[in-house]
């Protein structure tokens, strides 16, 4: 029996002791005995897991009766703050990614939300230093398979990510032979007709319309990431029939500036801007934030919005955006038939 990892005992004044800091995952413990205080301390991660006899043992020598230690066993279970697995094998490491969740959500249930991202599917496309960023860290997240797209080869600016011997070599081999070395389970050898759970799609300038459009038509939810001149843009995540597409963004676009057409096309066809690493890193973080948020069916912060990074500032600005009323993307029509029984991100 133990807490949930990253979950300390802290004793607050006489009488009183607290589990974990944070309101939203905490409990305070008050009206105990001295007795009562230090068997809890029997409890912190960094001490040896008691099974609950050794606490009704413990509970003997220290005064506290085997009422009272069960008592307190039974709050701490309604509270949250003991781990519900009671298979894992004592001493054994837990994800961070199952840690965090199981102290965040609100059945702490961790486990079955990184065994689900161990089932899920996403595809990179654009795997330059940004894109292999984003596919590593969806990686670590515990995503199980990833694939990977990209025609072009490895440049200097990718150094990190990939390693200075992958410059000039093919994005699309070194990009999951660097992932496998790093992440022996994870899937990159995938079915061509195997369906993403969600797609990114990383570009320089502007989304690429030949790749997202026909996504709408496929109801494959996706997210466009633009590295810009001086930022990184991500979102808004596209989830056909509900809320506005990337088309939606680029007719806005063009009420505001006619001329937009002519200069998206042109972006399209210039070498993309050279970005600064710890730039690509915060649009990455802020990509997997929310592809991870899709999988996990949390809300969506990108679904009606972008988020716009500079190095000026670690604080993205949030833009929103409709769905525009010349797109016609909400027009259930454009999927094919039986698309819509297929099963796809949706909103939380």
Same mark, same amino acid.
């Given at each position: ?8 005992? $802290? ?6 002791? #607290? ?20 068997? +809890? ?14 606490? %009704? @043992? ?15 066993? !039974? ?17 054994? *490491? ?20 990184? =065994? ?10 654009? %795997? ?18 990833? @694939? ?33 070395? $790093? ?15 969600? %797609? ?50 680029? %007719? ?14 042109? +972006? @399209? ?15 990455? =973080?802020?990509?997997?934030? /929310?592809? $991870? ?5 949390? !809300?969506?912060?990108? #679904? /009606? ?5 500079? &190095? ?12 525009? *009323? ?8 454009? &999927? ?13």
């Amino acid at each position: 029996m133990r807490l949930r990892s990253g979950l300390s005992v $802290l004793w607050r004044r006489e009488g009183e002791s #607290q589990i974990g800091v944070d309101p939203r995952c905490a409990v305070v413990l008050e009206n105990l005995s001295a007795g009562e205080q230090r068997l +809890l301390d029997r409890l912190d991660v960094e001490t040896v897991e008691p099974s609950e006899a050794d606490l %009704l @043992r413990a509970g003997r020598a220290e005064g506290v009766r085997a009422r009272r230690v069960r008592e307190l066993l !039974e709050l701490l279970r309604r509270s949250g703050v003991l781990d519900p697995v009671t298979d894992r094998v004592a001493g054994a *490491p837990v994800a961070p990614e199952e840690a965090y969740w199981s102290r965040l959500l609100p059945d702490g249930d961790g486990r079955d939300l990184f =065994a689900r991202r161990g089932r899920a599917m996403v595809e990179v496309v654009g %795997l330059d230093h940004v894109g292999m960023r984003i596919a590593t860290q969806l990686a670590e997240a515990g995503v199980g398979a990833l @694939r990977l797209e990209d025609d072009g080869r490895v440049q200097p600016s990718d150094v990190g990510p990939y390693d200075s011997l992958d410059v000039g070599r093919r994005r699309s081999v070194r990009a999951p032979a660097r992932l496998r070395s $790093l992440f022996p389970a994870l899937r990159t050898e995938l079915p061509p007709d195997a369906r993403p759970d969600v %797609l990114v799609a990383v570009s320089s300038g502007v989304a690429d319309p030949v790749r997202l459009l026909p996504l709408v038509r496929d109801d494959v939810a996706h997210l466009p990431v633009v590295v810009g001149d001086v930022d990184v843009v991500v979102g808004p995540t596209v989830v056909p029939g509900h809320g506005p597409c990337t088309r939606c963004v680029d %007719l806005h676009r063009t009420d505001t500036d006619p001329a937009w057409p002519a200069v998206a096309t042109q +972006l @399209r066809c210039i070498p993309p801007p050279v970005t600064p690493a710890h730039l690509g890193q915060l649009g990455a =973080a802020m990509a997997v934030n /929310q592809v $991870l948020a899709a999988l996990d069916g949390r !809300e969506l912060v990108t #679904q /009606q919005a972008s988020l716009e990074v500079s &190095a000026l500032s670690p604080l993205p600005v949030l833009r929103p955006w409709a769905v525009h *009323p010349e797109c016609g993307c909400q027009d259930v029509s454009m &999927a094919r038939p039986g698309e819509q029984e297929r099963q796809s991100v949706r909103p939380a």
